[in-house]
């Protein structure tokens, strides 16, 4: 095992043991169960010698007054050490239940710390696995392989210590078969270790392109592209089906190879046992004890090894999670961050971007020196070629992403030294993609906005001309949405999240092309409630229907990151520059 593989494992042991210890009151109790569980259960094979010595040696006479007494005690500790066998499961499966509770929810509140940026490089069925796979999967251990191991290591120290009180002679032939299953232990869990890792891995690539696929099902029948995500398909399912068969396969090795080091170990005390009865040094009763005690030391170590893939498994899960609780979240705000608005939160909305420059990548620059400055209460419509830069200047507004030089400032103060809720609450946003979540149409619209009572929704509904619409939905706005709205139109959802948005009472407000979804006549129908919405907000709006930003007080073209021409709509088609080419363009 490398040192690095050697690092991680026993980082990831510890945070384990860190969430393990949260429960420790439960965790003593089971430690204890585990105890007097296996110690009970040792007892039994002295037991059994002392009966097999009522034997009266050479003559074949039986004490069967002394069998039964021991017999009887055998049955009592045994049953004993059944039922808190017994307690011992249920307080591990609580545990592991209180511990996964707990995980689960540390890694969904870490999503919610998480830059957007980390959402953009990851793929969501990755995130999910993380989340519902990877954690089930530590779950299963904890409940069942750590259980194992605690009763592995009480039952061989508890046999082993029994066994040097029976011949201490004896016990040499464990000298020679412990330390080469250890070894032999060793050796195949670190070649077995990164297989495990890879397999975790490759089944989140086949979730990420699984939830893709499923979430594009309209498009890709669209254009008949069927047999090729099959085939796409089949590849990433082979691979996580490889790396799911090596690491089973090699894993499996273990057990094997333990066994046929504890069969031989078995096979040593047999023969040396019996030369030492016929030597005189040792009787049937103890040999019967020593070979009943040398299969509870050999047969942990058997299981033990057994489950070393399940554990594997299970590290390996445990270390993506880790990983991703570990991820850097969204920047803190700086120690004296000022709330927007100041102590009467009033927003003038005056913003100003002074020499910005920005790259999602190093070395990768999409805006470059970019200047603007827009007055309170006014619409400023951005437009130009995919690419542009368009939706990554709202980004910066957003301040979902820092510039990498220049600075942008909102009424005056720079947006590094607001507090990163107090902007965004200053915004509404509308995006080109919807987003409505499974629950009634009143639960989505109210979504952004704590405490929005029914007049204040249907008010916003009226503005967004989508109100007769749901009154006409089954149940009203108490009418149920499936996921992502799949039960109504694009364009009603698009209209949805448009009144979502008037429902704010924002001082700023984004567009992010918000009426590419909505036809012609719809489109119409929401200008002027738009309109009469916008008045008095500073507005940006990214269109690529440029009917729509024609009263617009200023027009930015944009093209690589920088604005090549602005003005009005009329000075810009007078220009005759590349505002007017896109216009016309629309009209061929």
Known sequence: MSETDRRYSKGTILKLGRYLFYHKGLLSLAFLCTLGSNLFALIGPRLTGYAIGAIEPGKGAVDFGTVWYYAVWMAVFYVVSSAMSYGLQVLMLTISRKVVYRMRQDVFEKLMTLPVGYFDIHQTGDIISRISYDIDTVNASLSNDLVQLLTTVITVVGA???MFTISPRLLLVFAFT??????????????????????SAKLGEMNGFVEEMISGQKTLKAYGREDYTIGRFDGKNKAAVDAYYRAEYYGSIVGPCVNFVNNLSLSLISVFGALLYLAGSMSIGDISSFVLYSRKFSGPINEAAN???????????????FRLLEEDPEPADAPEALELGGNDGKVRGEVELSHVEFGYLPGKTILHNFNLHVKPGQMIAIVGPTGAGKTTLINLLMRFY???RGEIRVDGKSVSQLTRQSLRQAYAMVLQDTWLFYGSVYDNLAYGKEGATREDVERAARAARIHSFIKRLPQGYDTILTDE???ISKGQKQLLTIARA????????ILDEATSNVDTRTEQ???????QLMQGKTCF????????????????VVNGGEVVEQGTHRELMQRGGMYRQLYEAQFE
């Open 160 to 162: 082993l210590v029994m």
């Open 178 to 199: 412990v330390p080469l299953s250890i070894c032999m232990t060793k050796f195949l869990t670190g070649k077995t270790r990164p297989l495990f890792r890879e397999r």
């Open 485 to 487: 709205g799949t039960n």
């Open 541 to 556: 709006v990214i269109a690529h229907r440029l009917s729509t930003i024609q009263n617009a007080d200023r027009i930015l």
């Open 402 to 404: 820092d510039a990498d």
């Open 502 to 509: 008037m429902l704010l009472d924002a001082r700023m407000l």
């Open 307 to 321: 489950i070393m893939s399940e554990l594997q498994s299970a590290l390996a899960a445990a270390e993506r999670v």
């Open 525 to 531: 129908q929401i200008q002027w409630a738009m309109s």
